[in-house]
C-alpha cells in the first residue's frame, strides 16, 4: 500500500504481506499484515505454502548456508564427516552415535567461516578459536579419532550395501534364534503343564481303583453258664 512517512524520523510501510516500521532508516517492526488463526486451538494458521528457492537461514547478510558450508574448509570437513554416515547409523554403539550428534553441531562449522566486515566480526565474536582454521584443525583431529572408532566396528574395506547386507543378515538370524527361544520355552511350560496333569491324573485313577477295607463282621458273644 506503500510507504507512509509520519514524521521525519518514523516511517510506515503498509505492505501487503508485512507491515513494517522504519525508525532513522532502521527497520524496528517488521510482521505479517494479515495472519490466519485457528479459532479451536488460537495457533496461527498456514494458509498456503511458500516456494523456496534455495536454503535460508537467519544467519549474516546472506541469509542463506554460507555460514556453515560457504568455503572449502567447512565443506571437507562436512564431507568427511558424512563420509561415515551410514555406518554411525547401521551401529548399535550408543556412546558412538551420542558422539555422532555432538560432531553434527553447527557451531563447528560457524566456527570455520573465512568471512569479512559485519558477518566476519560475527563469526568472531562467538568462536572460542583465534582464527578459522584453528576451528578446522581441531574439528578435523577429532572427527579423525571418531572415524578410527567407526573403523574398528566397521572396516572401511567393506562397502556400505556389502555391510548393510550382512547386517540385516545377522539381525534376521537373531530375531529367528529369539523366536525359537520363546517357542521352546513355550514348549518347555506345556510339558511341565502335562506332566502335572499326568502325575494328577494317576493319583485319582490309583485312588479309585484301590479296594475299599472289608467289614468286620460283628462276633457272636459267648453264651453264659447255667449255674
Known sequence: MGLFSLTKEI????GTAN???LHNDKIVIDEPSIVAIDKTTQKLK??????VMHPISWADEARDTSAWLGNKLQQEAFDKLYSVAERVRLCDDRRL????????????FFYMATKHFADGAVHSHFSPYDTPFQAFTN???VL???IVRVEEQYPLTIDNEELNSLLTTIRNQEREIEQLNKEVSSMRQNLEHYNEEHLLRQKQTETAEKPAPAKKKPGRKPAAKKA
Open 11 to 14: 516511517a510506515i510501510d503498509l
Open 19 to 21: 507491515t513494517i516500521i
Open 46 to 51: 498456514a494458509v498456503g505454502e511458500l516456494s
Open 97 to 108: 552415535k551420542q558422539d555422532w550428534n555432538y560432531l553434527q553441531a553447527s557451531d563447528h
Open 139 to 141: 574439528y578435523m583431529n
Open 144 to 146: 579423525a579419532d571418531f
